[in-house]
């Protein structure tokens, strides 16, 4: 949890910083957030989000579930454009994307790493 504190620490109740989480049980199920895209003023108005589904949750609806409020809720908020990373293959994660309106804009080789290896991270984008 310490080496999680500065993760939480940038999401909030409001603005267009907020984190959901799914739990069943007492277990979390999946989360869905926005964070910063970058530092510079000029991209205040485009965010980074991000979702996870555990793999016991994948094919139960907590993904469209979680996105769907999470989009819902950041309906008021000054943000002009979504921008989301997933390492690929990912025939989920794409098809959840594609569902809520993100388009494919470029892949990044090797960009991402996890479980000792590198992937090609696909960046897709969404009006608000």
Same mark, same amino acid.
């Given at each position: ?34 964070t ?15 979702? *996870?589904?555990? #793999?016991? &949750? ?5 993904? =469209? %579930?979680?996105?769907? !409020?999470?989009?819902?809720?950041? $309906? ?9 990373? *997933?390492v690929? #293959?990912? &025939?989920?994660s794409?098809?959840?994307? =594609? %569902?809520?309106?993100? !388009?494919?804009?470029?892949?990044? $080789? ?19």
């Amino acid at each position: 949890m310490e080496r999680r504190e500065a993760w939480f620490a940038q999401f909030g109740a409001t603005g267009q910083h907020r984190l959901l989480v799914a739990e069943e049980n007492g277990l979390v199920t999946g989360y869905a957030g926005t964070t910063r895209f970058r530092p510079k003023a000029a991209y205040e108005t485009t965010v980074e989000s991000s979702i *996870y589904c555990a #793999p016991e &949750a994948v094919g139960m609806d907590t993904g =469209r %579930r979680l996105y769907a !409020k999470l989009f819902e809720l950041l $309906s008021g908020e000054d943000i002009h454009r979504f921008v989301a990373g *997933y390492v690929l #293959p990912n &025939a989920a994660s794409e098809a959840l994307h =594609r %569902r809520f309106g993100f !388009k494919v804009v470029g892949v990044f $080789s090797e960009n991402g790493r996890k479980f000792g290896k590198y992937w090609d991270v696909c960046w897709a984008e969404r009006a608000r």
